[in-house]
């Protein structure tokens, strides 16, 4: 214990005139070092007490990775509504949200047009696709034995209360095309379909996006109100398995599912809410697309953007967090 001790003794000494000379990016990698190697001392447990020094040194480490966060991706934006969004995704700009229902949990480009529910035909060409993609129910329905993953788990961060632990029994999935990139699942579907997933109506820009996922509501399941991550993409609905009590409500706008129901569109950057009160499992081919408000370069930037967020999360991304107990 007392040579660990020592190790870190010397790594913060080194970081410490590291910060003085004002070599900040040294420093973080260093901090990145210590955290790797020495998790408790940058994320104690909320409980124990701190020193001014070690407080101090949460403090650096969070602060520099949002800094790097920020000179990675500061210069992204060939609009205004983009460079606005980097600016608060960095955290140099509070975020105001323009509905009271819609508030994403990780990007918001600010002044895009969307509504809680779109028809299919706002978006040019997506409906060939729906009925391309409709065309091959019985391969998707075919998948559904194969649906066994959590998908609570799979929606970002979600309170920890009675019906969301009980919501992770009865809510599962099976991905086709997890952050952008195809599964073992997906490669195993005949050639002509997973084409359809290259259409570049999808919101293709990795790691955030497109999720292409059968998802599988148990009876009598409940999932209650929440947000999506951001609101460059809509989220396309194509039954597999439905039933006409199970509906979906969004912004206090329900959709209910029927045999003649091709589709539903709606942007899950509002919140939202499902159910299904019937006897039989509910089944849905979800696939994210493009908010089709964005322009092409913007696309380009946010595909940039997310390029930069994810090589600085996979490096930084978790120093950001560690001060949140001051908060």
Not at 63 to 85: D, E, F, P, V, W
Not at 140 to 154: G, P, Q, R
Not at 277 to 298: F, G
Request: contains cysteine; negative net charge.
């Amino acid at each position: 214990m007392n040579d660990n001790n020592n190790h870190i003794t010397q790594l913060i000494e080194s970081i410490t005139t590291m910060v003085e000379k004002a070599e900040y990016d040294s420093a973080l990698s260093a901090y990145a070092s210590v955290f790797k190697q020495y998790p408790e001392f940058l994320s104690p447990k909320d409980e124990e007490p701190l020193t001014k020094f070690r407080a101090t040194h949460i403090h650096n480490a969070a602060n520099l990775s949002r800094r790097a966060l920020y000179n990675a991706c500061h210069h992204i934006g060939s609009t205004s509504r983009i460079k606005q969004a980097v600016n608060m995704l960095c955290g140099v700009e509070r975020k105001v949200y323009q509905h009271e229902a819609q508030k994403p949990s990780f990007l918001f480009i600010p002044d895009l047009p969307s509504s809680p529910f779109s028809e299919t035909s706002e978006v040019e060409g997506l409906q060939d696709l729906v009925d391309k993609l409709s065309s091959s129910k019985e391969v998707f329905l075919s998948c559904i034995k194969y649906a066994n993953d959590n998908y609570v788990h799979e929606i970002g961060e979600v309170p920890k209360s009675d019906d969301w632990k009980k919501l992770s029994e009865n809510w599962s999935s099976m991905h086709l095309m997890k952050g952008g990139h195809f599964t073992e699942h997906a490669k195993r579907l005949p050639h002509d379909l997973i084409s359809l997933f290259n259409s570049p109506l999808l919101a293709h820009c990795p790691t955030h996006a497109p999720e292409v996922v059968i998802s599988v509501l148990k009876p009598k399941a409940y999932i209650p109100p929440h947000y999506g991550t951001s609101n460059i993409k809509w989220t396309l609905h194509i039954p597999l398995v439905v039933n006409d009590n199970a509906y979906l409500d969004v912004a206090g706008e329900k959709r209910t599912w029927s045999a003649k129901t091709e589709a539903l569109l709606f942007d899950d950057s509002f919140v939202h809410s499902a159910e299904n009160p019937a006897d039989a499992a509910r089944a849905v081919l979800i696939i994210d697309i493009w908010n089709p408000h964005l322009t092409e370069v913007e696309k380009q930037d946010i595909q940039m953007l997310m390029r930069e967020y994810a090589n600085w999360s996979a490096h930084f991304g978790a120093l950001a967090v560690l001060d949140k107990r001051f908060y």
